[in-house]
């Protein structure tokens, strides 16, 4: 009984050693996936970082952006601003002038009046160059000026139209086709003048010449040895001879 009390009780404890081990040995595998799940979940939380990290990288870069183009924004803007001032200045500048057309008007009206007549009466007191084109022209003027259709603008480019060719007849020469009435005779003449210098009459014969006296307001017949001079000088305005030295007669300034 002593020796299969002893087999057994060999028996039981190497069974005891056995099942310790087992028991001992599940704790460590425990631990081990302890441990591995604590490292999964590390790399996972490390791969959200990562991620949230790369967000805040582009949120960053995107956050720059939009500062920059704030600025180029409020530049513009105030560039913009700038343009805007200048054009309101200029609406309210012109709405300025709107506003005072009618006072305009109402001045300039009167100033075309005295200055048709003031031409009225130069013309009547200037060397008759072209005369009765001039006198066409003034009664033009005045008929202009009592057509509605006409605008004022448009009827005072005409009277300072009328003063500028007015202007050309004291630097031009030329020569037209006019009648001088001579001794109660009217001749039909080619007339020449030298700007407002002189104004001369030579018969379509040419045999026959005058000249203007602004003085008298009337025609003097030149002597023969003007008359040569005076078919030069016609044949040079009308650009059939070159421009030359001539013998005409000029009256001294006074």
Request: hydrophobic share 40%; no cysteine; proline share 2%.
């Amino acid at each position: 009984m002593s020796k299969r009390n002893q087999i057994a009780s060999a028996v039981f404890a190497t069974l005891a050693i056995g099942s310790s081990q087992v028991v001992s040995a599940d704790p460590l595998q425990d631990l081990h996936k302890e441990e591995a799940k604590i490292h999964a979940t590390a790399a996972q939380s490390q791969k959200k970082i990562n991620a949230i990290y790369e967000q805040t990288q582009e949120l960053l870069f995107e956050y720059r952006g939009v500062v920059d183009e704030t600025e180029n924004l409020k530049v513009y803007n105030d560039y913009l601003a700038g343009l805007v001032a200048d054009q309101q200045a200029g609406i309210d500048s012109l709405q300025s002038q709107i506003d005072s057309i009618e006072e305009t008007k109402q001045k300039i009206v009167p100033l075309m009046y005295r200055m048709i007549d003031s031409l009225e009466q130069f013309i009547e007191i200037d060397v008759p160059i072209n005369y009765e084109e001039r006198v066409a022209r003034i009664a033009r003027l005045r008929n202009v000026m009592t057509n509605s259709n006409v605008t004022t603008s448009e009827q005072f480019r005409q009277v300072i139209e009328a003063y500028q060719i007015e202007n050309t007849y004291g630097s031009s020469i030329r020569s037209y086709q006019g009648v001088v009435s001579y001794e109660g005779t009217d001749v039909a003449v080619n007339n020449f003048n030298l700007g407002r210098t002189a104004l001369l009459a030579l018969s379509l014969d040419q045999k026959n010449a005058w000249v203007w006296d602004n003085n008298t307001r009337s025609w003097e017949k030149l002597g023969d040895e003007y008359l040569n001079s005076v078919v030069t000088a016609s044949r040079m305005a009308r650009k059939q001879l070159p421009f030359d030295l001539v013998k005409l007669p000029i009256q001294a300034a006074e």
